[in-house]
């Protein structure tokens, strides 16, 4: 095994943890599982694409705004359509995403077509050289914007007045009500931070690989598996399986093939909700 | 209003077998074009009531439809191409197969509680469709081609959806008006409840599971017949999840007759209609899902008997309330207190 191969899976492995802190921040805090993640992610690409494709930005100063973007799409969205639903019955959120999913499959292909996409950048296919290990240089970056965002949203959970009403609505939403903390609120905060958080994902997937409308799926299931291998509550933990993801996808590619690397994170993913459904590092956010 | 155990009457089990009886009949008579729609939607009525047996009665909300569609249309095509067995044992083989597959997951599955198993169906759907596409014997990402000879086809693959349609109405009927369909609904409502009254929460979950796996992989190998060539984009796609997931919940999710109109409503109002529009297909699609889900989580089919019910009046003389349970399909008992005047 070379350090090649883990060094990439560890990198890769950022990106995964980014998209899973999304999930895990949704399903942390209001008990949703939201199955338009995938989307939330690949629409920030997409949005990025408008100012990177089209007027030739570089992605990186592109990022911030398509983050804006999505957190501005998906506030609406918990506020009006999901948080009312997640009073009524079990099931009914969690289909509601499903159709949201497709929708949102259905608007980027009547808007940006079928066919791949990228984001160009100067750096999306350079290589670097560290201590002897040849690395991608978007992934490194990837991987150092992801542990920036991981850090900012564990000094925002523990730090802030804000997180501290998140962390109270997110173990006794009622109590929090009783308190005057606008529950509806925070949920479509988290809701929009997690969009953000996806969309950031989303712009360094779009510059590490391309796209299509339906690039969506394989990475909601590879931030699932992250939140199943992570638990709920814990960002380092999220970083951690994250990393793990990766190294496991890295290694297991330069085995037994390319065609794999998905398989592996599913099977995986299942694995862990199986023998240990609560995760490894689990935590409440309030603990 | 206290519901109460629903008696097994022996009119929609005579409707069910005389329709069955009739529709066989119909596959002599038809022409082709009609045959072939005919075999469509009933595949996606059998399909689509399998999910409501396992998410609708039993509470456990399968994105996985998929997987099983996928384990018996690929169990039946590889058994025709490579053994060289006739189709009646292929046609046989399919819901075996899809069976053991449930019953090799379901230790894990059914450890899942709530959106957790939704997901990790979802995961095997997935898991499944990227599996096939790395399987060189089973034709890999370009699929298999069936040998047309050795296949039904027309008349006679009508006449095998026919069968595999009534038998999961038959299976919905049994969770609807049974003993054991009390059990399950008792667990979907509250299973600790329904656990402390004696019901063997694991064994019913797993007697939901396995049959509705069976029907779906029966389903599978019909498609399978039907599409000839099959691929892990055709029979594996996450699409065959989406539309039992949407057909039911439009319908009605754990009625009997509710999957049956939103077949007739999804099919009809949307897929046919729209087939040259694949992208407006799909919005629609999601906001349908979305917008039933929001304003009107019943489904169609409890909506229209409401309808009709308050249109009609309260019957003379029986003396009867009018949300009372009747002959009507309108709602599903709640198990746990029916479960408890039963033991009581």
Redesign the interface.
Known sequence: MSLDVLAAGILAGGLYALIGLGISLV?GVLGL?N?AHGELVIGGAYLASLLVVDAGWDPLAALPLAMAGMALIAYPLQRY?LT??LR?????????T??????????F??AFGTHPKALPASYADTGLSVLGVRVQTVYVIAFGLTVVLCAGTHLILTRTRAGSALRAASADPDTAAVLGIDVDRVYAMTFAGAAALAAAGGVLTGVAQSFTPSSG??LL?TG??VMALAGIGSVGGVLAAGVALGVLQSVSVSLFGG??R??VV??A???V???R?QGLFRKAYAG | MTPTPTPRRWWPAAALLLSTVVCFALGGVLDHGTLDLGVTLLCYLAIAQAWNIL?GFG?L?S?GSAAFVATGGYAAALLLVHTGLSWPLAVAAAPVVAMLLALLLS???L??????F???T???A??LQ??I??WDWAGGASGVTLPVDAVPSGGNLFQLAVIVAALAMALTLHARHSAFGIRLAAIRDNEPAAAGLGVAVRRHQLAALLPSSAITGLAGAVIAFQFVVISPDGVAS?SWS?NA?LMT?VGGTGTVLGPLLGVAVVYYGLTRELQSEQ??S??I??????AI??FA?QGVWPLLCRTARRLLGPRPGTGRPVTGRGDEDETVPSGTETLAMDVA
């Open positions: 399903f599982m199955l359509l009312p639903l009524g019955s079990k099931s009914a959120p969690l289909v509601a499903f159709g949201l999913s497709l929708l949102a499959q259905a608007l292909q009547a799926l394989p299931l699932f598996a065609g794999w998905d398989v599913y099977l993913f299942f694995l909700l199986a023998v459904p | 998410a509470g909300v994105l230790a894990a599955l450890r899942l509680r709530g959106d957790y939704s997901v990790g979802l995961a095997i997935i898991a990227a599996l596409r790395n996450v989406l997931v919940v992208t407006l799909l919005v699609e999601g906001v349908l899902l979305i889900v929001r989580p």
